[in-house]
């Protein structure tokens, strides 16, 4: 297992759409474990696989206050949402940045697990809120594109200047 590199928005490959897996392999289920070894190294909640550069439809997710939880969602689609909820969201790839979003309040997630066969979650709350979310990066979308157009320029602003400050 090794820890990887997170693109920080406003990387252009977060914009990429991942392509679905055809098949789990030995080297899908390596970058599962690699993933899910940076999200809880970083320390998060939700890590999908173009956040760290592989344009695959790859997600882990553990919302447990326990960190023992974890979700590994292969070609995860939203077949069902309902309700709304508005709460603070954060990102890896946004480091710093907090804000409010509205989301569903319950999804239906239809994936494949590690060893290919399909499965079904039903979520609400957090985990309903990240599973939402890292599908969003998935199709090339980081939560500030939920804000307004001034937000999305502040944002852009401070970490441009976080970046060189560090720099």
Do not use: W
């Amino acid at each position: 297992m090794s820890l990887l590199p997170i693109l920080r928005f406003p990387d252009p490959r977060l914009k990429k759409v991942a392509a679905r897996v055809d098949s789990i392999d030995d080297s899908i289920r390596r970058l599962a474990s690699d993933m899910a070894e940076t999200m809880y190294e970083a320390p998060g909640i939700g890590l999908a696989a173009t956040q760290v550069d592989v344009h695959r439809r790859v997600i882990v997710v553990d919302a447990s206050e326990t960190k023992d939880q974890l979700l590994t969602l292969v070609n995860p689609e939203i077949v069902e949402m309902d309700g709304q909820q508005v709460g603070e969201e954060g990102c890896l790839s946004v480091p710093g940045i907090y804000d409010k979003v509205e989301r569903a309040a319950h999804v239906v997630v239809r994936f494949l697990d590690l060893d290919g066969e399909s499965q079904m979650i039903a979520a609400d709350g957090l985990l309903a809120v990240c599973l939402q979310h890292e599908i969003d990066h998935l199709q090339g979308r980081v939560f500030v594109e939920h804000l307004s157009q001034l937000k999305q320029v502040r944002i852009k602003n401070k970490l441009a200047k976080q970046a060189r400050i560090t720099a």
